[in-house]
């Protein structure tokens, strides 16, 4: 019998971070030494105080559905988070939370996008935008990013396709190449969205994973009514299996989500969201000790690169650096997979602009990182590169 699969999710790719990293982790667990480059996720044991609380949540009987849109004292407790490090004003209702920040931003595309609709994408880019809004039948567009400028928006390119579109997906801190923007280079990107009435999707999971200071994208009062923010617990806390995240937009907006998430995964789990509480008023120490971690690995990493003269644009935050080389991505990621376990992720996975280069995530300690970058400089030699 003929099988019909729908041509939607058969016009998808599968994750290519996820399906490397899994890789990674099985080649590790059958005993090989593997360094491993590619898990986008932290290394550092999740809070303590965390999972204390998750064990008391499930006895105090937090073991039953949430309400839809989250707990209220969650919602209220990332408003003030939100007061206290950027100074703006959120009210409970503009939070969702989410099944992780994917969910969120899954419901954002879907409560915006109609079949046909032009979504703009800076790319190189995370893997799972464009896969996204295909499923919601939207049609991809992607942005350059100048390489030479530290792979920002071309805004001129930027300029020209903003014309006709609905939304605008930006990533920064970003994912896989540690960009980042300062206010004036944002409201540059805001004007233009509000001249031509884009959304924003704003995916701010690395916000405290930066090496300079965050500027959030609810910073700008008038495009707060076509924007989402998305963040997230997996980076911030170290929670990535958790799956915890959420988004801040104006009620509207918000309420649309809402309906996606009551219809397909309810909710978040409710003892999750009750120590996520436990998170945001207990761990500041934490987050700041993981940033001081990884900026001493950054700063080694980019010190290593250079003295074997492999050119990479210094990130600006989070714990991936995208180095480039003279040779096809998928290719080298290979050979240093199967000959010197060395597992990273192939520019090209990211799209446009990520062509030969390899995405080293630096979440392993410095001497893994040296280890790694041995047999990178190793298989180059032997590569006569
Ligand atoms: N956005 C970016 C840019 C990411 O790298 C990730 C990584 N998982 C996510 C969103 C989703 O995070 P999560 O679903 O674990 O909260
Ligand atoms: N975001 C991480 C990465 O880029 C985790 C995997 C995923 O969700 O794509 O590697």
């Known amino acids: ?34 360094i491993n480059f590619a898990a ?43 007061k206290e490090l950027y100074n703006v004003d959120i009210n409970p209702e503009e939070v969702i939370i989410t099944p992780g920040a994917k969910q969120a931003i899954f419901e954002a595309i879907s409560s915006i996008i109609n079949p046909g609709d032009k979504v703009l994408i800076p790319s190189p880019c995370w893997v799972s935008y464009e896969p996204m809004v295909k499923l919601c039948d939207g049609r991809v567009e992607f942005v350059r990013t100048i390489e030479e400028e530290g792979f920002k928006i ?15 997906i930006i990533n920064y801190p970003n994912n896989p190449t540690g960009s980042s923007y300062g206010y004036d280079e944002l409201k540059e990107i805001v004007d233009i969205c509000l001249e031509n009435n884009l959304y924003i ?13 965050h500027v959030t994208m609810l910073s700008f009062k008038d495009i ?19 799956r915890l995240g959420y988004a801040i937009a104006n009620e509207k907006i918000i309420d649309e989500m809402s309906k996606v998430q009551e219809h397909t995964v309810s909710c978040a789990t409710s003892f999750i969201q009750i120590a996520a509480i436990t998170a945001l008023r207990k761990c500041e120490y934490f987050v700041r000790m993981m940033n001081y971690e990884y900026k001493r690995r950054m700063d080694y990493i980019s010190r290593r690169l250079s003295e074997i003269g492999i050119s990479f644009v210094k990130p ?5 650096i995208f180095p480039k080389f003279n040779y096809n991505g998928f290719k080298l990621a290979n050979i240093l997979i199967e000959k010197y376990h060395v597992a990273t992720i192939p520019g090209e996975a990211f799209g446009i602009g990520g062509e030969n280069h390899l995405r080293l995530s630096i979440t392993l300690p410095i001497e893994k990182i040296e280890e790694g970058i041995q047999r990178i400089e190793k298989c180059l030699k032997e590569m006569n590169y």
């Not at 999971?205 to 200071?213: G, P």
């Open 201 to 213: 999707l704003s995916d701010e999971i690395y916000d405290r994973i930066t090496f300079e200071k």
């Open 154 to 168: 071309d805004i001129e390119d930027l300029r020209k396709k903003a014309n006709g579109a609905k939304l605008l």
């Open 40 to 82: 986008g996720e932290p290394d550092f044991k999740t809070p303590k105080e965390v999972i204390n609380e998750i064990n008391r949540a499930i006895e105090e009987g937090y073991i039953y559905y949430a309400p839809s849109k989250g707990y209220k004292e969650l919602r209220e407790e990332i408003c003030k988070k939100y």
């Open 316 to 320: 600006k935050g989070t714990f991936y």
């Open 1 to 34: 019998m003929k099988i019909l699969l729908s041509k939607r999710v058969l016009n998808i790719p599968k994750s290519s971070t996820l399906q490397i990293t899994a890789k990674a982790k099985e080649l590790k667990r059958m005993g090989f030494d593997v």
């Open 224 to 242: 707060r009514d076509r924007l989402i923010v998305v963040n997230g617990f997996s980076k911030t806390y170290s929670m990535t299996g958790f």
